[in-house]
């Protein structure tokens, strides 16, 4: 299976210009908890449940990431039927499971400060809704590949 190198190498500048942006949000949000908590101190505590889930999706999307980084890798070495890169395809299912739930949890806590201060929380549980809708078609579209790639392989494994 031959595959352009300049397709692969223009993924893998994206993942990396991803991962970039993860690190800038990762070192920015301290610094935004803290002058939040400074303007509202009476709902700081807040604060900790939402930092939790970020650096959670955060921690998620990178070891994705890195795995999809992997997975483009095996693809330019013309090892896409293997065993590695179903285990890649594998993990990156698990990662966005994870960031789905870690939305949820980052919902709820929303909801729940919403109530206790008496805002409407529509428009950022809109964005998170969208946010979990666009993180299943992913997961879709991980397991639609899985699916034959795995079939492949065991096919394999019984003619050898």
């Given amino acids: 299976m031959m595959v352009k ?35 509202h ?14 650096y959670g999706f955060c921690i998620s999307l990178s070891v994705a990431l890195y795995q999809a980084y992997k997975l483009l890798t095996y693809i330019e070495k013309s090892h ?4 590695s890169s179903l285990n890649s395809l594998k993990i990156i299912k698990k990662c966005a499971f994870t960031v789905i739930f870690l939305i949820l949890l980052g919902l709820v806590n929303l909801k729940v400060l919403s ?17 979990i809708f666009v993180i299943s078609i992913i997961t879709a579209i991980m397991d639609v590949l899985q699916k034959p790639l795995k079939n492949f392989l065991e096919l394999n494994t019984e003619n050898d």
Avoid: H, N, Q
């Avoid at 397709?7 to 949000?25: D, E, H, P, R, Y």
């Avoid at 101190?41 to 970020?54: G, K, N, Q, R, S």
């Avoid at 109530?115 to 946010?131: E, H, K, N, Q």
């Fill in 5 to 39: 190198r300049g397709s692969t190498t223009f993924l893998k500048v994206i993942i990396f210009l991803i991962g970039i942006g993860m690190l800038a949000l990762c070192i920015w949000l301290p610094e935004a908890a803290v002058r939040d908590a400074r303007v």
């Fill in 41 to 54: 101190p009476d709902t700081a505590y807040f604060l900790i449940p939402f930092l939790v889930c970020a």
């Fill in 80 to 83: 896409a039927f293997s065993e």
């Fill in 115 to 131: 109530i206790v201060t008496g805002d409407d929380p529509a428009g950022p549980i809109s964005l998170g809704l969208m946010g």
